[in-house]
């Protein structure tokens, strides 16, 4: 079982495990792999504790609903399997920098807390507006061959390859990897 | 033989399906974190094209996951559950998400497994915004679904039918085509 300690295994290996996953979340729980609704469902929970229940009413969430459902518990489970493969392979620990960001940005943590916030912004409103993301879009819609899923993730890829070159080239001055 | 949701496996009921949405997530994020994709550097990396790991993971699990949720569809024991999308919804969504994605380098699963490895930029920058950012999508989205979401609508239509075709006429190509690609990628030391 030595390979479970590993920190990295090859991205083939794991693209196939997850399609193996997915085949199971079909067959036992008739539901695809996806995560962003449960940000908007936690979203509509926190506002709830300081508005009310007259949070519930409004369009989005009425349709959404805001409970705590299958996908959700998925999302509490991707932070609990990912911290425990990184903490049986070493590969735990504390971070505030990412180093690329470090390499080109420097190492001042406020400054990558708020440009990380301004991205999980446009991130959040952009996988609702796009209604999922690159586990709902990117993996289990594309592999059901669903036209929206399919546009939705080269969309993805195209805006995400444009800005992040745009970041690293333009504005962090021509850095070299 | 109706070849929808005529599924032989008796599904369990909702408390059960919590405790397994769980489970499907812990290996989905130990799945994740394996490959690399808890990290801002790979991810970056991919949308930089410096390093292709993220797409070799999720081409990957495309021709699996397809195969097999084609092949069991086609023994009646799953459906299909594909999402409606229009050009003003999968279009312009999917560039504000790229935008999005390429600022934060994590997206919404791999943030949480970000969280789980231990890096506080997805924690207290990352998953705060999308918070917020998902907030103001529900405050906007009377407004936005007027003027937006319903352009260009094409609905819940796969590829195959939308030309009409045997959905196997699709499946095998694409399947092939990705692997090739993937090949492709090796060949060329990426």
Same mark, same amino acid.
């Given at each position: 079982?030595?390979?479970?300690?590993?920190?990295?295994?090859?991205?083939?290996?794991?693209?196939?495990?997850?399609?193996?996953?997915?085949?199971?979340?079909?067959?036992?729980?008739?539901?695809?792999?996806?995560?962003?609704?449960?940000?908007?469902?936690?979203?509509?929970?926190?506002?709830?504790?300081?508005?009310?229940?007259?949070?519930?009413?409004?369009?989005?969430?009425?349709?959404?609903?805001?409970?705590?459902?299958?996908?959700?518990?998925?999302?509490?489970?991707?932070?609990?399997?990912?911290?425990?493969?990184?903490?049986?392979?070493?590969?735990?620990?504390?971070?505030?920098?990412?180093?690329?960001?470090?390499?080109?940005?420097?190492?001042?943590?406020?400054?990558?807390?708020?440009?990380?916030?301004?991205?999980?912004?446009?991130?959040?409103?952009?996988?609702?507006?796009?209604?999922?993301?690159?586990?709902?879009?990117?993996?289990?819609?594309?592999?059901?061959?669903?036209?929206?899923?399919?546009?939705?993730?080269?969309?993805?890829?195209?805006?995400?390859?444009?800005?992040?070159?745009?970041?690293?080239?333009?504005?962090?001055?021509?850095?070299?990897? | 033989?109706?070849?929808?949701?005529?599924?032989?496996?008796? %599904?369990?009921?909702? /408390?059960?399906?919590?405790?397994? #949405? &769980? *489970? !499907? +997530?812990?290996? $989905?994020?130990? =799945?994740?974190?394996?490959?690399?994709?808890?990290?801002?550097?790979?991810?970056?990396?991919?949308?930089?094209?410096?390093?292709?790991?993220?797409?070799?993971?999720?081409?990957?699990?495309?021709?699996?996951?397809?195969?097999?949720?084609?092949?069991?569809?086609?023994?009646?024991?799953?459906?299909?559950?594909?999402? %409606?999308?229009?050009? /003003?919804?999968?279009?312009?969504? #999917? &560039? *504000? !998400? +790229?935008?999005? $994605?390429?600022? =934060?380098?994590?997206?919404?699963?791999?943030?949480?497994?970000?969280?789980?490895?231990?890096?506080?930029?997805?924690?207290?920058?990352?998953?705060?915004?999308?918070?917020?950012?998902?907030?103001?999508?529900?405050?906007?989205?009377?407004?936005?679904?007027?003027?937006?979401?319903?352009?260009?609508?094409?609905?819940?239509?796969?590829?195959?039918?939308?030309?009409?075709?045997?959905?196997?006429?699709?499946?095998?190509?694409?399947?092939?085509?990705?692997?090739?690609?993937?090949?492709?990628?090796?060949?060329?030391?990426?």
């Amino acid at each position: 079982m030595n390979f479970l300690l590993e920190a990295r295994w090859s991205p083939y290996v794991v693209g196939i495990a997850i399609g193996v996953l997915s085949w199971l979340s079909f067959l036992i729980s008739r539901k695809p792999i996806a995560c962003s609704t449960s940000f908007a469902r936690t979203s509509g929970m926190i506002e709830r504790i300081f508005r009310g229940e007259k949070v519930e009413a409004k369009a989005y969430y009425r349709e959404i609903g805001i409970s705590i459902d299958w996908q959700w518990m998925l999302v509490i489970g991707i932070i609990i399997g990912a911290a425990v493969s990184a903490l049986i392979s070493g590969d735990f620990h504390w971070q505030w920098v990412p180093h690329l960001w470090a390499a080109a940005f420097g190492t001042d943590a406020v400054t990558r807390v708020i440009v990380a916030l301004l991205g999980g912004i446009l991130l959040g409103f952009g996988a609702r507006w796009a209604g999922g993301c690159t586990s709902g879009h990117g993996i289990s819609g594309t592999l059901q061959l669903a036209l929206s899923s399919w546009i939705a993730a080269i969309s993805f890829f195209a805006g995400g390859i444009v800005t992040a070159h745009l970041i690293f080239q333009v504005l962090a001055g021509g850095g070299k990897p | 033989m109706n070849s929808e949701g005529n599924n032989t496996f008796r %599904s369990p009921g909702p /408390g059960t399906q919590k405790i397994l #949405g &769980l *489970v !499907f +997530g812990i290996l $989905f994020g130990f =799945l994740l974190h394996k490959g690399g994709a808890t990290k801002y550097d790979v991810i970056l990396g991919q949308l930089l094209l410096r390093d292709h790991t993220v797409i070799k993971i999720m081409l990957s699990a495309v021709v699996t996951g397809m195969l097999g949720i084609y092949l069991m569809r086609s023994l009646g024991w799953v459906r299909l559950y594909p999402k %409606s999308g229009s050009l /003003g919804k999968s279009l312009f969504g #999917g &560039l *504000v !998400f +790229g935008v999005g $994605f390429a600022v =934060l380098g994590y997206c919404p699963g791999t943030i949480s497994g970000a969280i789980g490895n231990g890096y506080l930029d997805a924690l207290a920058g990352g998953l705060i915004g999308i918070l917020i950012g998902t907030g103001l999508f529900a405050a906007l989205y009377p407004g936005m679904k007027k003027a937006v979401l319903k352009k260009g609508d094409f609905g819940d239509v796969t590829l195959p039918e939308l030309l009409k075709i045997n959905p196997w006429f699709i499946v095998i190509p694409l399947a092939i085509a990705i692997t090739g690609f993937l090949f492709w990628l090796e060949k060329q030391g990426w």
